[in-house]
Each structure stands twice: as C-alpha cells, then as structure tokens.
C-alpha cells in the first residue's frame, strides 16, 4: 500500500491555492482581496466564497422581510411566538457573521475604526429595519457583495 508523505507548513507561512498566506491575506486592501478571488488558481473557491457569503445576508433579508411579518400576524398564538422568536435569533446569527467581515472592508476602505463601525451600522441596519424594500435591498447588495468576495478570498486561505 502507497502513502503520501505530505509536508505541511506552519499555519503563519501557509500557503492556499492562489498562494496567499494567512499573514497577507490580513493586509489586503478590499482591491487586492477582489482581483485574489478571482485568479484562475482560485475560481473554485471564488464561487464557493460568493454563494457562502452571499447567502447569509440574503436569508437575513428574507427572514425579516417575509418570514417574520407573516408570523406577526400569528404572534397572538403559541406557534406563532416560538417561530418568531426562533426568526429574530436567525437574525442575529446572521447580522453577527456578516457584520465582521463588514468592518474589516470598511476599515481597510476608510481607514477608520470609527467610519467602519458607521458604515456597518448603517448598512446592516438599513438592511434589516429599513420598510422600504428598495432601499433594504440597496443595502443587501452591497452586503452580498462585500461578505461574498470577502469569503471568495479568504477560503483560499489555510489557516
């Protein structure tokens, strides 16, 4: 029986299929981390990365958009409060995975700890309270986008 003798490097000087390390992934530029995602040696990863990134604030915007205004309407029930709880704790989870890829964007962008924390209140908020779809919507795009590609570069990482 053959086995492979693979030689693993130290996590700090890893090396992921577009040969990134984990150090300089942490000091990309929001530029840097778009044209890494889509390199040839990492493509697979790059859809991965959009569809896994992407999703979590897209199901947050269905949940509070669609889901919970029709379990309002069953809040006087048992069911109703249970799946509405069960909703908003959906919410969370989703709003605390994006909101730090989020701020890492923004801080890279802005270069301030105060405007990244600005920007994500502005943008996770408009898109989870905000009753005017079309402006809710404006603001899941840009967090698609910023999640996804984020995700996109960092699972051709290892860490």
């Not at 030689?7 to 990309?28: I, M």
């Not at 964007?105 to 502005?122: D, E, I, T």
Request: proline letters at 4%.
């Amino acid at each position: 029986m053959t086995t492979m003798n693979l030689h693993t490097l130290p996590n700090s000087a890893a090396k992921g299929s577009a040969g990134l390390s984990a150090r300089k992934f942490d000091q990309l530029t929001v530029v840097e981390q778009v044209i890494y995602a889509v390199k040839p040696g990492g493509r697979i990863a790059a859809c991965i990365g959009l569809l896994t990134g992407g999703w979590i604030p897209a199901l947050t915007f269905c949940v509070v958009h669609f889901v919970l205004p029709f379990y309002l309407e069953l809040g006087s029930t048992l069911w109703g409060k249970l799946v509405g709880i069960a909703a908003w704790v959906m919410v969370g989870g989703g709003l605390a995975c994006s909101a730090p890829k989020v701020y890492k964007w923004f801080l890279s962008a802005y270069g301030s700890k105060f405007q990244a924390v600005g920007a994500v209140v502005c943008l996770e908020c408009a898109m989870t309270f905000v009753p005017i779809v079309s402006l809710s919507a404006a603001a899941l795009f840009v967090l698609v986008f910023v999640n996804g590609a984020y995700c996109a570069c960092s699972l051709q990482v290892r860490r």
